[in-house]
């Protein structure tokens, strides 16, 4: 089972989707951060690329309370954009 702190590589370089994610804003209280790190990871898997309505739909069973989803959407999309599914 690999959890978000188990993404970052040995060296403590963060994964290309926790870049993205503070790059593109995609956090705010961090309540939420680690279940969209984790979702965008295996919807990036499953689809490295999601067009906007895709990854809003592969993230609607994460709940975030502050963005208003916005800058989580673009996280997404620009990790997509760098082709950082792994």
Known sequence: MTTVEGLANGDGEMHPVQRAFH???????GFCTPGMVMATVSL?????RPTEEQVRTGLE?????CTGYHNIVRAVLAAAEEGNAR
């Open 44 to 48: 990036l898997a499953e689809n490295p």
């Open 61 to 65: 069973g994460n709940l975030c309370r």
């Open 23 to 29: 790059a593109e804003h995609g956090l705010q209280c």
